[in-house]
């Protein structure tokens, strides 16, 4: 891929407060907090080994912490059917499968 905006984005939420973007890179995936969400009082991090930083996060592989919010099992397999995606692109199911999921995290896809 030849540049940035081929790349796959997604917007994170915590309580429903944009709170950052995360993409894939060349070479893996990258997760920023956004400025403003960091300038909020007591900002809350998306979890435990992410807290708020102006700095990136970056990981050859998608980072656990968003991986964990995929369906797993029947649920996985009836996601990737109707949404037409291979139950390997764990970016992709992200995008699609975690606007609406339980718990103060949510990606909504289609961003940039």
């Known amino acids: 891929m030849s540049s940035d905006s ?3 984005k997604g917007r994170v939420y915590v309580q429903n407060r944009y709170a ?3 993409e894939e890179t060349e070479d893996g ?3 920023t907090y956004d ?3 960091l300038e909020q009082e007591k900002p809350l991090p998306i979890c435990i080994n992410m807290p708020c930083k102006k700095e990136c996060y970056e990981s050859e592989s998608l980072f656990p912490f ?6 797993e099992g029947w ?4 996601s990737a059917k109707n949404w037409k995606i291979d139950s ?3 970016f992709g199911l992200l995008m699609v499968c975690c606007e609406d999921c339980i718990g103060d995290v949510t ?5 940039g």
């Open 6 to 8: 081929e790349f796959r």
């Open 88 to 90: 390997e692109d764990r």
């Open 75 to 78: 649920l996985l397999d009836v």
């Open 66 to 71: 968003f991986d964990g919010l995929i369906p």
């Open 107 to 111: 990606v909504s896809g289609g961003c």
């Open 29 to 31: 995936y990258r997760f």
């Open 20 to 22: 950052g973007v995360i």
């Open 35 to 37: 400025p403003e969400y």
